[in-house]
């Protein structure tokens, strides 16, 4: 580790940053520039200490994609502002550290939103592009990738470029996973909706080919949809789920009740998020005592969440209309957050599958599951469309998300079932999502991203000397270690 240097710029100091999930344990030089001439100071002083950069936004990624140990991480986060709203246009201008919650607050009352959102709503600008993160609605309308009209990045050599969809550049910098350069701002485009509202409807689905059917229809007619799986069901009831379907609704209200509604929900989502958080944390290691019964508990669980949603289909209650806000963030917080649920030595994985190949990979990727001595706590699909990007994620295809829970006794037998689902990811072509992944070996993520040549080609442009790099990075073999 390089020596702790008392000259250093104000903005810069060595700090411990962790993983968000699983153990993985980093102290890195931490600068927080605050303007572009910080950024470019930065710069400069890693290039005369010898030192790499992994630039980072709010590090809501859930493994190794914004950490680099002994070396520096640029944390945007500080450049927040909003410089621009055409609301003509409907897109908005911001710097790259600004957080997507802070784009609601500034156009969601104006019947404006922004599509592809993560449920993590603390998420900045810049960590959205370059994880090429997917929202609920991501059949429709893309992953981020979508929505970006512009950026501008600083480079290693200290230039800023600016790149538009039509820049050779754009599909290696959207989903670069920060590689090629500093995002410092973008451009974004927002779409209309009638109101802040949604109306919920959730569909239980006895097996693979009934969910895969409802999809069909929610993928017609509704805007966002999220599937709860249950993993541990087997034989002809594999697949089984409940499908939350959601679309835009009408809702009465001037701008200015909206804006008082909305502004009520912002704070109570805050409220939500400390007090649900905080709630969480404190029984975590009762969870952590559970989930050694895991396999029994779930089943019973898993079950009775079905049967609940089943008896709500028949008696007409399965339908609700509720805020955007809640649907899509608030509601997150009513379960435990996944360094909770994955424990010390878990981990999650997101990988996707082709449409054409649903049914068949939903029921190989079900055996594995509970082949595993740890199969997923949860396990949630979405469905998706493709996009040009070089280390994209996303597929025209459907994507399961899992949260493993290894216990220190079965960690050998879980890594085995993992090896399995990368494997059946990659004969089909799917992808695994670079920000939830802490698992990927070299061997693998070649396979899996065969484009990542290209991209380190235009990284060798324009970043000659490799000064932009993550732990990721390095583990998956796409940079020297
Ligand atoms: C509770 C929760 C729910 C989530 N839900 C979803 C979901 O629904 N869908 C989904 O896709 N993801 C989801 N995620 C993952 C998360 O949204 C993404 O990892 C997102 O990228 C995090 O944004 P961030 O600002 O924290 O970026 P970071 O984690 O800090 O960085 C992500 C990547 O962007 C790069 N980067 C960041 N800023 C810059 C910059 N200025 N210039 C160049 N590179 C930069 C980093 O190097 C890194 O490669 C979730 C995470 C959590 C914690």
């Known amino acids: 580790m390089p020596s702790e240097n008392p000259s250093l710029p104000s903005f810069m100091e060595w700090k411990e940053v962790d993983s968000l999930v699983g153990s993985i344990r980093t102290r890195s030089l931490v600068a927080r520039p605050t303007n572009v001439d910080q950024c470019r100071e930065t710069l400069v002083y890693c290039k005369q ?16 994609e914004a950490l ?51 449920t993590e709503s603390h998420s900045t600008v810049s960590g959205a592009i370059c994880a090429n993160v997917n929202g609920k609605d991501a059949w429709k309308h893309g992953s981020f990738a979508h929505q970006v009209v512009r950026l501008s990045m600083l480079t290693a050599d200290g230039e800023t470029i600016e790149i538009d969809r039509s820049h050779e550049l754009f599909n290696a910098v959207v989903g670069g996973i920060g590689l090629t350069g500093i995002i410092l701002d973008a451009t974004l485009q927002l779409k209309p909706i009638p109101s802040p509202y949604l109306e919920v409807h959730r569909y239980p689905a006895p097996d693979v080919d009934a969910l895969l059917e409802t999809m069909a229809k ?32 009408e809702h009465d209200a001037t701008e200015a009740e909206r804006k008082t509604y909305l502004d009520a929900g912002y704070e109570r989502l805050d409220k939500h998020r400390r007090l649900g958080l905080g709630l969480h944390e404190a029984f ?72 054409s190949q649903a049914r068949e990979a939903i029921i190989e990727l079900m055996g594995i599951c509970q082949s595993s001595p740890s199969p997923p706590v949860t396990t949630i699909l979405r469905a998706h469309k493709s996009d040009d990007g070089l280390l994209s994620f996303s597929e025209d295809g459907y994507s399961l998300n899992f949260e493993f ?52 080609k235009i990284k060798s442009r324009l970043d000659p000397e490799g000064l932009f790099t993550s732990d990721l990075a390095r583990r998956v073999g796409l940079t020297p270690s």
């Not at 630039?55 to 809501?60: D, Q, T």
């Not at 911001?94 to 939103?113: M, S």
Request: one cysteine or more.
């Open 405 to 456: 829970h290894p216990k220190k006794h079965n960690e050998t037998g879980s890594r085995q079932a993992i090896d399995r689902i990368i494997d059946a990811t990659a004969k089909r072509g799917g992808k695994i999502h670079l920000a939830k992944d802490q698992v990927m070996r070299p061997d693998q993520f070649s396979r899996i991203y065969p484009r990542h040549g290209e991209l380190l």
């Open 49 to 64: 200490h010898g030192l790499k950069i992994c630039p980072r936004g709010a590090g809501r990624s859930y493994g190794d």
């Open 284 to 355: 975590g290691p009762l969870l952590n005592l559970m989930l050694y019964a895991q396999k029994p508990m779930l089943h019973v669980f898993n079950r009775l969440y079905y049967a609940m949603s089943q008896f709500a289909s028949r008696t007409g209650r399965s339908t609700n209309t509720e805020l955007f806000l809640r649907f899509s963030f608030e509601a997150s917080f009513t379960v435990p957050p996944a360094h909770l649920v994955c424990g010390a030595r878990g981990y999650t994985v997101q990988l996707t599958f082709p449409r």
């Open 218 to 249: 929610v993928e017609e007619s509704y805007d966002l949809a999220v599937v709860w799986m249950d993993a541990y069901a087997s034989g002809k009831k594999t697949g089984r789920s409940v499908i939350h379907a959601a679309k835009w609704t």
């Open 68 to 118: 680099l140990d002994s070396q520096v991480l640029l944390d945007i986060s500080a450049m927040n502002q909003i410089l621009d709203f055409d609301e003509e246009k409907a897109q908005i201008t911001i710097e790259a550290g600004t957080r997507l919650l802070d784009i609601y607050q500034e156009v969601h009352y104006r019947l404006l939103t922004l599509p592809s959102s993560p």
